[in-house]
């Protein structure tokens, strides 16, 4: 059985790996095993407590998998979701206290006055569909654009939930604070507005916006034992960033980017400007992050305290070793050659995968 060493600069992998192969790295080794399949771009994943998984897919469904991957019939009960571009039915997120209420929210795209928007929805999850669905937040203005949707969602210490938006392809709109695109939103758990965020009373701002100056947000999550929020976003042509969030901060997209326009022409001469944060770690060129997890599980003891983030572009697992609150290392990590849309640590303590493809699949990384 051939076994596959992986640098911390590590290489794509240039051709598939057989299923029972070993895949060694360098702070643990695991075998890739499918556990569901036949998904059509699956975006989000959230873990429920009887171990089945609630399971988006861009298109505009959901669906449940159960444990031995059994995929269910689309679930009915939620608002119709417009699959325009990058957008459709995208993340999904259970409320903290699922086990008694049951709610769940998801990040959808819907047509409104004016076009299109990333909105937040909330409904209960019955057998097999969602009960009292409802609308919470729509972000404005709307736009006909399919590009830069944003639209991850994280539950944070404060019982606040935080939603990631692009920019909708305007790059102008993320120096808009009268704009919810290019921001990341802070809302209670009924889609209102915090009191203490902190654009709250002013004329010229959106009081939703709890930090602006993002292009598109594809992963957000909190570092365990810190209370901290971390994201990532895509970059133009180069400049992927991981940033870690502060309240009000402005983290300078288009004004201050290590990116280029597609085809070279330059965006701006500032890689850092005063007044707006400069990123933790730059991807140059771009990997296209997609989901991002912290590991504190105990199937990989080697991986404690690593972030964990899916990429599209260069299709592999790439694990960040995080010394204080900067990135020390980078492990790049084949998996099959696919495009990795999110990254989620289950209850099992075990990594699995969702590929971003008509023929989408989950995976698991067991560990060895």
């Excluded at 992998?13 to 080794?29: F, I, Y």
């Excluded at 102008?172 to 209670?188: M, V």
């Amino acid at each position: 059985m051939r076994a596959l060493l992986v640098a911390a600069a590590g290489l794509a992998l240039a051709s598939p790996l057989a299923a029972q192969e070993v895949v060694r790295t360098e702070r643990a080794a695991f075998r890739i095993t499918p556990v569901a399949q036949g998904l059509e771009h699956p975006w989000g994943l959230a873990f429920l407590p009887d171990q089945r998984m609630l399971v988006t897919e861009r298109p505009g469904r959901v669906r449940l998998v159960a444990a031995d991957g059994t995929v269910s019939p689309p679930l009915g009960g939620l608002p119709e979701t417009v699959a325009r571009g990058q957008g459709g039915m995208l993340d999904v997120l259970l409320h903290p206290e699922f086990r008694t209420t049951g709610l769940v929210y998801l990040c959808q795209v819907q047509r409104g006055e004016g076009g299109f928007s990333s909105t937040l929805v909330r409904a209960r999850l019955a057998e097999d569909r969602f009960e009292r669905a409802e609308t919470l937040f729509a972000a404005e203005p709307r736009a006909t654009t399919g590009q830069h949707f944003g639209c991850r969602l994280a539950f944070g210490p404060d019982g606040m939930i935080y939603m990631g938006l692009g920019d909708r392809g305007r790059m102008e709109r993320s120096q808009d604070l009268a704009d919810h695109n290019g921001s990341l939103l802070r809302l209670t758990p009924d889609g209102r507005v915090p009191p203490d965020n902190p654009f709250v009373g002013r004329t010229d701002a959106r009081s939703e916006i709890w930090s602006w100056g993002h292009r598109n947000i594809q992963g957000l999550a909190v570092r365990p034992g810190t209370g901290q929020l971390w994201l990532h976003e895509h970059g133009a042509q180069g400049g992927d960033e991981v940033n870690l969030v502060k309240r009000g901060a402005n983290y300078g997209w288009p004004r201050v980017t290590h990116g280029v326009n597609y085809g070279g022409a330059e965006i701006t001469p500032h890689r850092s400007l005063p007044g707006m944060e400069d990123p933790v770690h730059v991807w140059t060129p771009s990997i296209a992050p997609s989901g991002l997890a912290f590991y504190q599980g105990d199937a990989f003891p080697g991986w404690r305290g690593s972030m964990l983030v899916g990429a599209l572009r260069s299709r592999v697992l790439v694990r960040l070793t995080l010394e204080g609150d900067r990135v020390a290392a980078e492990e790049r990590i084949p998996v099959y050659g696919e495009r990795i849309r999110d990254v989620r640590v289950g209850p099992d303590g075990r990594v699995y995968l969702l590929t971003d493809s008509p023929r989408g699949a989950i995976w698991r990384l067991d560990p060895v």
